[in-house]
């Protein structure tokens, strides 16, 4: 096969879910590859994220309460909605807002579906063996934890030794 050619002719899927390890904690879980995907030089090309928040009605009693989510290249940001960081990929959060009086507001609910597929090249290109998605709710009650499940849609494609270090020296963001 050719450097440079993506591998798949059709999108394959790949499932992430994290639950927070304690509430209100922040908590990665790293997407696991195929051993092949892990040895040769590889990018992930992801076209389209969905992802579903899970225990809202037991993590959000009061106005305030949240949880951010985000799909990032690295487990080591902080906080998840600085968006300065080039490690993110794309954040996302549920918010509860009450309007006076409890139980009068609304559940602010973010994105669930994030398309790529309008950028150059039909989508976000990542390295392929550090994709990891990062969850961290805010006003959860006692052992209440937040998690969150990610589909996402992606092809493969091979790149040479100093494409692949270019796509990870990439991940910079231009700020003014």
């Given at each position: 096969?050719?450097?440079?050619k993506t591998k798949d002719a059709f999108a394959n899927i790949a499932f992430l879910t994290v639950a927070e390890s304690a509430a209100n904690t922040l908590t990665f879980a790293q997407l ?145």
């Open positions: 096969m050719a450097v440079g696991q590859l195929t051993t092949t995907l892990m040895s040769e030089k590889a990018a992930l090309i992801i076209h389209r994220a969905e992802f579903n928040l899970n225990n809202i009605n037991s993590c959000f009693d009061s106005t305030s309460d949240y949880c951010d989510l985000a799909l990032t290249v690295s487990d080591r940001v902080t906080p998840l909605y600085d968006l300065s960081q080039p490690e993110i990929l794309f954040f996302a959060r549920t918010q509860r807002q009450d309007f006076g009086a409890a139980a009068s507001g609304f559940l602010y609910d973010g994105p669930r579906i994030i398309d790529f597929t309008n950028l150059p090249g039909t989508g976000l290109i990542v390295p392929a063996d550090r994709l990891y998605i990062g969850i961290k709710s805010t006003g959860a009650p006692g052992a209440n934890v937040q998690s969150v499940q990610m589909r996402l849609y992606y092809t493969v494609k091979s790149i040479a030794t100093d494409e692949y270090w270019e796509l990870i020296e990439a991940r910079r963001v231009m700020t003014t």
